[in-house]
């Protein structure tokens, strides 16, 4: 199982991203997926998540700036960051969870900043 994350990058504070997330060797459609996210000194914490469904789920911190949106033909996740903020500077991790299968991806590093 293998999940890349890319589109990670120094960015504005205001400006936009939009982070991938490709699994392979995975049924993906059957997998919720996620995005984390660990900041500096801090602890990993949930972003935003997209069950099999379709159903989503986000952080205080992040809602109505940032969308979570799947494309099982791609076996592919997405996470469009709008207004991004200092705040918002992390290595953000993808993960895809089934049962008792757990997978993460390596991480790809947004940095907010002027």
């Known amino acids: 199982v293998q999940l890349v994350e890319s589109g990670g990058a120094l960015v504005q504070p205001g400006g936009s991203l939009r982070l991938s997330c490709v699994a392979s060797?995975?049924?993906?459609?059957?997998?919720?997926m996620g995005w984390y996210r660990q900041g500096p000194g801090k602890q990993r914490e949930l972003v935003a998540g997209i069950t099999d469904t379709g159903s989503t789920n986000y952080a205080d911190s992040v809602k109505g700036r940032f969308t979570i949106s799947r494309d099982n033909a791609e076996n592919a996740v997405y996470l469009q960051m709008n207004s991004l903020k200092p705040d918002d500077t992390a290595v953000y991790y993808c993960?895809?969870?089934?049962?008792?299968?757990?997978?993460w991806g390596q991480g790809t590093q947004v940095t907010v900043s002027s």
């Open positions: 993960n895809a969870r089934f049962r008792m299968m757990d997978f």
């Open positions: 060797r995975i049924n993906f459609r059957i997998f919720a």
